[in-house]
C-alpha cells in the first residue's frame, strides 16, 4: 500500500486507469481529470471522525475503506486492513460526512435583474461543496439539465448525480413557465418530458386541481413523482391529489389563509402568514395530514434568508465567484432590504418558517434540504447548501439531526437511500472529508478538503476555483 498525507493526496496527479476487474465507470475527459486528486481501485480513509448520516453519534479514529466506488469496510483505524495499492489517506483531525443530497438544487441562478443557466459553474460549486446528489426542482432549460446529466455521467463534465425535473407546471402564463389548466394539457406535458429523461416534475403556485390530479396520476403511471412550490393549492389539498413532496414549508401554505379560495392564490398570503400560531390546531392538522400520508417536506431556508436585513453574513467566498454585475445587482438589492428594515414583515415570518419546519420533523415528518440558488443572487449552489446546515441548527436541529436532514433524508425522498446517504458498508461511497468538526464547531462545514462521488476524490479548491468571477454568466 502506498500511504500519503491530505496535501499530497490533494496534489497528486491522477493514478492509472482501473482494471478491467474494477466497477465500470466513465473515461474521464481532459476537462474533468483536472478536478480529480484520487482514483485508485482502493483508497483508505484513516483516522477519521465519522458521521454517518443516520443521526448516531460521531465516532472518531475510524477507517472507510473504498473499493470499485463502494464503501466495503468501516471500523476501528489500525483494524481495516486494505487490500495491496491502495493509497491511504491518513485523515487525522478531520471528519467523514455522507455526500449531500440537495433536494431543491437548480442549475440555474437568479438576481432581481437576471436569470442564467449555470450548465458550468452550479455542478461544480455543488461538488466541491460536498454535494454528491441534486434534484434540479424546477428547470429553466430542461434540455440544458438532460445534457448535463449525460454528460456528468458519461465522464464528460464534473459534477453530482441529477435527478432532473421538468418545466415548472402552473396555470396560464407568459412566462418560461408550462402553463397548463385541463387535464389532457396537464397529462400531455407530463408525457412528453417524461420520454425525454425526466424524473420528478414540479407545479408551481397557479395550477389547478383538476390539472394537478391528471399530472400527478399520469406521473405516478409512469413510475415518476410529484413535488410543488405551491400557493392555489394548500398543503392538504395537494396530499389529497397524491403529491410526492412539498417545497418550502410555512413560506408557502395556503391551509390558514382566511380568504383562501378554491384554486386561487390569495393576493397578500405571504404577509398574512405572520398571523399564523406555529403551536395551534391548524397547523397541526397540516402536519398532521402530511407525516400520515408520508409526504415529506423540503426545507429551503439559504434562499429565504436572503429577505432578512443584513443576513446572512457576507463571505468573501461568495463575492468572488459571482460575476462583477450579478456581484453588483445582488449587494444593490441587499441594501435596499436593510434600508427597509423597519417596514420588513419577514422577520416574525422567518421565525414561525423555523418552528413550523422543527415542528413537522419532531411530528415523524421526513425533512430534506436545498439551497435554490434563485431570489436575490446570495444563496449560491453548494454553498448555500452548507449555509442550510447552519440554519437549521438555528431552527433548533441538532447537529447530527440537521446533517441527516442533509444528507440520508434526501436520499430517502429520492428512492434511493438503499444506494447513497449514510456512511454503511455496500453503498456507494459519495463521502465528504471535512477538516475539523462540524458537530462541535458549525462553521466548519465549509472546510471540504476532498468529496468522493462513487470512489473518485475531487479537489474542492481546484472546482471553485475554475468557476470565479462567473457565477450569474454560465
Same mark, same amino acid.
Given at each position: 500500500?502506498?500511504?500519503?498525507?491530505?496535501?499530497?493526496?490533494?496534489?497528486?496527479?491522477?493514478?492509472?486507469?482501473?482494471?478491467?476487474?474494477?466497477?465500470?465507470?466513465?473515461?474521464?475527459?481532459?476537462?474533468?481529470?483536472?478536478?480529480?486528486?484520487?482514483?485508485?481501485?482502493?483508497?483508505?480513509?484513516?483516522?477519521?471522525?465519522?458521521?454517518?448520516?443516520?443521526?448516531?453519534?460521531?465516532?472518531?479514529?475510524?477507517?472507510?475503506?473504498?473499493?470499485?466506488?463502494?464503501?466495503?469496510?468501516?471500523?476501528?483505524?489500525?483494524?481495516?486492513?486494505?487490500?495491496?495499492?491502495?493509497?491511504?489517506?491518513?485523515?487525522?483531525?478531520?471528519?467523514?460526512?455522507?455526500?449531500?443530497?440537495?433536494?431543491?438544487?437548480?442549475?440555474?441562478?437568479?438576481?432581481?435583474?437576471?436569470?442564467?443557466?449555470?450548465?458550468?459553474?452550479?455542478?461544480?460549486?455543488?461538488?466541491?461543496?460536498?454535494?454528491?446528489?441534486?434534484?434540479?426542482?424546477?428547470?429553466?432549460?430542461?434540455?440544458?439539465?438532460?445534457?448535463?446529466?449525460?454528460?456528468? +455521467?458519461?465522464?464528460?463534465? /464534473?459534477?453530482?448525480?441529477? =435527478?432532473?425535473? !421538468?418545466?415548472?407546471? @402552473? $396555470?396560464?402564463?407568459? #412566462?418560461?413557465?408550462?402553463?397548463?389548466?385541463?387535464?389532457?394539457?396537464?397529462?400531455?406535458?407530463?408525457?412528453?418530458?417524461?420520454?425525454?429523461?425526466?424524473?420528478?416534475?414540479?407545479?408551481?403556485?397557479?395550477?389547478?386541481? +383538476?390539472?394537478?390530479?391528471? /399530472?400527478?396520476?399520469?406521473? =405516478?403511471?409512469? !413510475?415518476?413523482?410529484? @413535488? $410543488?412550490?405551491?400557493? #392555489?393549492?394548500?398543503?392538504t389539498e395537494a396530499?389529497?391529489?397524491?403529491?410526492?413532496?412539498?417545497?418550502?414549508?410555512?413560506?408557502?401554505?395556503?391551509?390558514?389563509?382566511?380568504?383562501?379560495?378554491?384554486?386561487?392564490?390569495?393576493?397578500?398570503?405571504?404577509?398574512?402568514?405572520?398571523?399564523?400560531?406555529?403551536? !395551534?390546531?391548524?397547523?397541526?392538522?397540516?402536519?398532521?395530514?402530511?407525516?400520515?400520508?408520508?409526504?415529506?417536506?423540503?426545507?429551503?431556508?439559504?434562499?429565504?434568508?436572503?429577505?432578512?436585513?443584513?443576513?446572512?453574513?457576507?463571505?468573501?467566498?461568495?463575492?468572488?465567484?459571482l460575476a462583477p454585475?450579478?456581484?453588483?445587482?445582488?449587494?444593490?438589492?441587499?441594501?435596499?432590504?436593510?434600508?427597509?428594515?423597519?417596514?420588513?414583515?419577514?422577520?416574525?415570518?422567518?421565525?414561525?418558517?423555523?418552528?413550523?419546519?422543527?415542528?413537522?420533523?419532531?411530528?415523524?415528518?421526513?425533512?430534506?434540504?436545498?439551497?435554490?440558488?434563485?431570489?436575490?443572487?446570495?444563496?449560491?449552489?453548494?454553498?448555500?447548501?452548507?449555509?442550510?446546515?447552519?440554519?437549521?441548527?438555528?431552527?433548533?436541529?441538532?447537529?447530527?439531526?440537521?446533517?441527516?436532514?442533509?444528507?440520508?433524508?434526501?436520499?430517502?425522498?429520492?428512492?434511493?437511500?438503499?444506494?447513497?446517504?449514510?456512511?454503511?458498508?455496500?453503498?456507494?461511497?459519495?463521502?465528504?472529508?471535512?477538516?475539523?468538526?462540524?458537530?462541535?464547531?458549525?462553521?466548519?462545514?465549509?472546510?471540504?478538503?476532498?468529496?468522493?462521488?462513487?470512489?473518485?476524490?475531487?479537489?474542492?479548491?481546484?472546482?471553485?476555483?475554475?468557476?470565479?468571477g462567473r457565477v450569474?454568466?454560465?
Amino acid at each position: 500500500m502506498r500511504t500519503v498525507s491530505l496535501p499530497m493526496a490533494l496534489a497528486a496527479s491522477l493514478l492509472l486507469a482501473l482494471p478491467a476487474a474494477a466497477q465500470e465507470r466513465p473515461d474521464f475527459s481532459e476537462n474533468v481529470r483536472e478536478f480529480i486528486s484520487v482514483d485508485a481501485p482502493a483508497v483508505l480513509l484513516n483516522y477519521v471522525t465519522v458521521v454517518d448520516g443516520t443521526g448516531n453519534p460521531a465516532v472518531p479514529d475510524r477507517a472507510v475503506l473504498i473499493e470499485n466506488g463502494r464503501i466495503t469496510q468501516v471500523g476501528p483505524a489500525g483494524y481495516v486492513r486494505p487490500p495491496d495499492g491502495a493509497e491511504v489517506l491518513e485523515l487525522r483531525g478531520h471528519t467523514v460526512i455522507p455526500g449531500i443530497v440537495g433536494l431543491h438544487n437548480h442549475t440555474f441562478y437568479t438576481t432581481a435583474n437576471r436569470r442564467a443557466q449555470a450548465s458550468v459553474t452550479a455542478p461544480r460549486l455543488y461538488l466541491a461543496s460536498g454535494v454528491t446528489t441534486i434534484r434540479t426542482t424546477g428547470s429553466y432549460h430542461p434540455y440544458a439539465e438532460i445534457n448535463l446529466k449525460r454528460a456528468i +455521467e458519461t465522464g464528460q463534465e /464534473a459534477g453530482p448525480y441529477m =435527478h432532473v425535473t !421538468g418545466p415548472y407546471i @402552473t $396555470g396560464p402564463t407568459m #412566462s418560461y413557465m408550462t402553463g397548463v389548466e385541463t387535464e389532457e394539457e396537464a397529462r400531455r406535458v407530463v408525457a412528453y418530458w417524461a420520454e425525454e429523461g425526466a424524473t420528478w416534475f414540479k407545479f408551481y403556485t397557479r395550477v389547478n386541481r +383538476e390539472a394537478a390530479r391528471a /399530472a400527478i396520476a399520469e406521473a =405516478h403511471r409512469r !413510475g415518476l413523482k410529484f @413535488t $410543488g412550490h405551491i400557493c #392555489s393549492l394548500s398543503f392538504t389539498e395537494a396530499v389529497e391529489l397524491g403529491i410526492d413532496n412539498i417545497e418550502h414549508g410555512f413560506f408557502t401554505n395556503t391551509d390558514w389563509d382566511p380568504d383562501k379560495q378554491p384554486d386561487e392564490c390569495p393576493p397578500g398570503a405571504l404577509t398574512r402568514l405572520a398571523d399564523v400560531e406555529v403551536d !395551534g390546531p391548524e397547523v397541526a392538522a397540516t402536519i398532521r395530514t402530511m407525516v400520515e400520508n408520508d409526504v415529506p417536506m423540503t426545507s429551503t431556508l439559504a434562499v429565504y434568508e436572503l429577505m432578512l436585513p443584513d443576513r446572512p453574513p457576507l463571505e468573501d467566498r461568495v463575492l468572488e465567484a459571482l460575476a462583477p454585475e450579478a456581484r453588483a445587482e445582488y449587494l444593490a438589492t441587499r441594501e435596499a432590504i436593510a434600508a427597509r428594515a423597519d417596514d420588513s414583515p419577514w422577520t416574525p415570518i422567518w421565525e414561525k418558517a423555523l418552528a413550523f419546519e422543527k415542528a413537522f420533523h419532531d411530528a415523524g415528518g421526513v425533512l430534506a434540504a436545498g439551497v435554490d440558488p434563485t431570489g436575490i443572487g446570495g444563496a449560491l449552489p453548494g454553498f448555500g447548501d452548507q449555509r442550510n446546515y447552519e440554519l437549521l441548527l438555528e431552527a433548533g436541529f441538532a447537529p447530527l439531526e440537521a446533517l441527516r436532514i442533509m444528507t440520508l433524508n434526501g436520499a430517502i425522498v429520492l428512492g434511493e437511500d438503499d444506494q447513497y446517504g449514510s456512511i454503511e458498508e455496500g453503498k456507494l461511497a459519495n463521502l465528504v472529508v471535512i477538516e475539523g468538526d462540524p458537530v462541535e464547531r458549525s462553521e466548519e462545514i465549509r472546510n471540504v478538503r476532498m468529496v468522493f462521488r462513487e470512489g473518485v476524490g475531487y479537489d474542492p479548491d481546484a472546482l471553485i476555483a475554475s468557476v470565479q468571477g462567473r457565477v450569474g454568466i454560465d
